[in-house]
């Protein structure tokens, strides 16, 4: 039976589980890996849990509409259950939160019932809702890279991986190429 949801706490638990880049085979552990961060990326790496438990598939996603978005999904037979996502847009981009907050919804993201979330946020897996359906802004959460546009204008997409890659406990090496614009 494919997985269709998970607990807030679960979804945590995986999260914080240590993670190994695979090679294209699926099978082969990375030494190390290199993203380039231009305009137009879009990759999916597959992951693996340490205890080989679990495969994962992040996806790093970066346009000019949205600067970039990360997203950390669970694989299990045919099911590809998201579990984490940042993303980093523009304060005028809005995400709706649900309205209604069950027993299932964390106390941090209670207060964020019915509210419109701007700017860069994460969405996280709620058990009874659609899959990454809660969004908090990311100022909210201990998450070190807040924005990755500087005073200048300038994106710093490299940042953005590497903080990812940390928070959801990748072990392997990444080299993420920034790409100031």
């Not at 999260?15 to 993203?35: F, Y």
């Not at 996603?61 to 037979?77: A, P, Q």
């Not at 106390?107 to 659609?130: M, T, V």
Request: charged share 20%.
């Amino acid at each position: 039976m494919a997985v269709t949801e998970f607990t807030f706490k679960q979804a945590m638990d995986l999260i914080s589980t240590p993670k190994v880049i695979l090679e294209s085979d699926g099978k082969t552990v990375c030494a190390s890996k290199q993203i380039d961060c231009i305009p137009g990326l879009h990759e999916n790496i597959t992951l693996r849990s340490h205890d080989e438990e679990f495969l994962f598939s992040w996806t790093i996603n970066r346009s000019s509409k949205e600067l970039i978005k990360l997203s950390l999904h669970v694989l299990e037979k045919d099911s590809h259950v998201g579990i984490f996502r940042v993303d980093y847009v523009s304060n005028d981009s809005i995400h709706p939160n649900p309205a209604i907050a069950t027993v299932d919804v964390p106390d941090e993201l209670k207060r964020f019932a019915g509210k419109e979330i701007s700017g860069p946020h994460a969405h996280f897996n709620i058990a009874g809702y659609k899959n990454l359906q809660w969004a908090i802004p990311l100022n909210e959460i201990n998450y070190s890279v807040k924005s990755i546009v500087d005073e200048q204008n300038h994106i710093d997409a490299g940042s953005a991986i590497q903080c990812f890659a940390k928070y959801i406990n990748i072990t392997t090496p990444i080299m993420a190429q920034q790409s100031l614009i």
